[in-house]
């Protein structure tokens, strides 16, 4: 769905290559709903490894293109981990097309915020940015009376903004929450996370909220949903539906990092779990179609000597080799898979029955 593609004529080796994996991934692609039509809502959450540090290399035009055409299937995507440069995000947008925008936070500083920033890429022809938009500063907590104390805030800045599409109009935020220790219940992640959810959930309750429909979605570094720090998010009152818990969403496909969790004081929660129990939803596995264990050998020497010798010089064997493989190829599109949900966005039809049902004045 992506349309600026751009090769050498005649094509060279990579650019026949790169047009190849992109069908492939097309193929993948095809499962996925239709995000043309118009009563629905294509979004996305996607930690986009360090997008770009230029660790490993740089990211080639090659890579892009798949980060292009995985993206250009959906109408909205919160976008995790963007390096402080710019350029590969701008690349991608210009592989896409003008009508693609994005939103982003400013740099997070700090050990803990790790150069990175947040991004919202949206499709301007299907959802209209509404004005909000804004950096999430947790406010101070009363400890005592009248007595507050600066809140703790968290490493990485997370992002809310306001959009409208169709009848559907909604604040996301976007958030990437501490790791800390390789530990599935960091108390650090786990303080994030409630500090995260239980502001949302009083913003949206306001009577000045931009909206009250929101969607908290990003990188929460949760390893199970049976952790305390994936029921940190339902406790403050968000629902995650039964089709997104059972999709872990890393490469390894064993942690249930990246979540989405909806709450809205439009609608009974009966009622919002009940439209988002039947939405369509799951994650992409991009390495079935490009970068695959197969391609190895192809993407040896782009690689360089580095695939061939470690820091020190020395040779690598066959199955150092192939953990370098798949380690730089995470480099090159991500160690997390895009999670998607598709939302109902015309109501129309209810509003028109809810009116002529309506006893006249």
């Known amino acids: 769905m992506s349309f600026l593609y751009q090769f050498q004529d005649p094509p060279t080796a990579a650019d026949k290559r790169t047009a190849q994996g992109l069908l492939r991934l097309r193929q993948t692609l095809a499962a996925l709903p239709d995000r043309a039509v118009s009563d629905k809502l294509m979004i996305a959450t996607w930690n986009i490894r360090e997008f770009d540090s230029n660790k490993y290399g740089k990211r080639s035009r090659e890579s892009l293109y798949y980060i292009a055409e995985i993206i250009s299937h959906f109408d909205i995507v919160a976008i995790q981990e963007v390096n402080a440069n710019l350029v590969a995000l701008k690349e991608v947008q210009q592989i896409l097309g003008h009508w693609w925008q994005f939103l ?14 947040m991004a919202f890429m949206y499709d301007a022809r299907k959802v209209k940015f509404g004005g909000l938009s804004g950096e999430i500063v947790i406010p101070p907590q009363r400890v005592r009376g009248k007595t507050y104390q600066p809140a703790q805030q968290l490493a990485r ?21 501490y790791y800390g220790t390789a530990k ?10 409630e500090l995260l959810s239980e502001f949302l959930a009083d913003r949206v309750k306001d009577n000045t909220a931009w909206a009250k ?15 305390a720090t994936f029921k940190a998010i339902t406790k403050a009152g968000f629902f995650i539906p039964e089709q997104l818990q059972t999709l872990p969403s890393n490469v390894s496909r064993n942690k249930h990092y990246d979540q989405m969790a909806f709450i ?15 939405c369509r939803a799951g994650v992409i596995n991009f390495f079935e179609a490009v970068y695959r264990d197969e391609d190895e050998t192809v993407y040896a020497a782009e690689i360089g000597e580095d695939y061939h010798k470690n820091s020190r010089g020395n040779a690598r064997s066959d199955r150092q080799k192939t953990n370098y493989y798949r380690q730089w190829r ?3 599109i991500s160690d997390h898979l895009p ?12 509003y028109l029955e809810k009116v002529a049902a309506a006893g006249a004045k």
């Open 184 to 193: 599935a219940d960091d108390p650090v992640r786990i303080k994030e996370i």
């Open 104 to 117: 982003i936070t400013d740099v997070t500083a700090g050990t803990g915020g790790n150069s990175e920033r």
């Open 264 to 278: 809205s004081t439009v609608y009974d929660k009966k009622l919002m779990k009940d439209r988002l129990s039947n």
């Open 339 to 350: 999670m998607w949900l598709e939302l109902s966005i015309d109501f129309g039809e209810a």
């Open 330 to 332: 995470t480099f090159q």
């Open 157 to 177: 800045t997370p992002m809310v903004c306001g959009f409208e599409a169709g009848w559907l109009k909604f604040m996301l935020s976007t958030v990437h929450i």
């Open 213 to 227: 429909n929101l969607v908290l979605m990003g990188d929460f570094n949760i390893f199970s949903t049976s952790d």
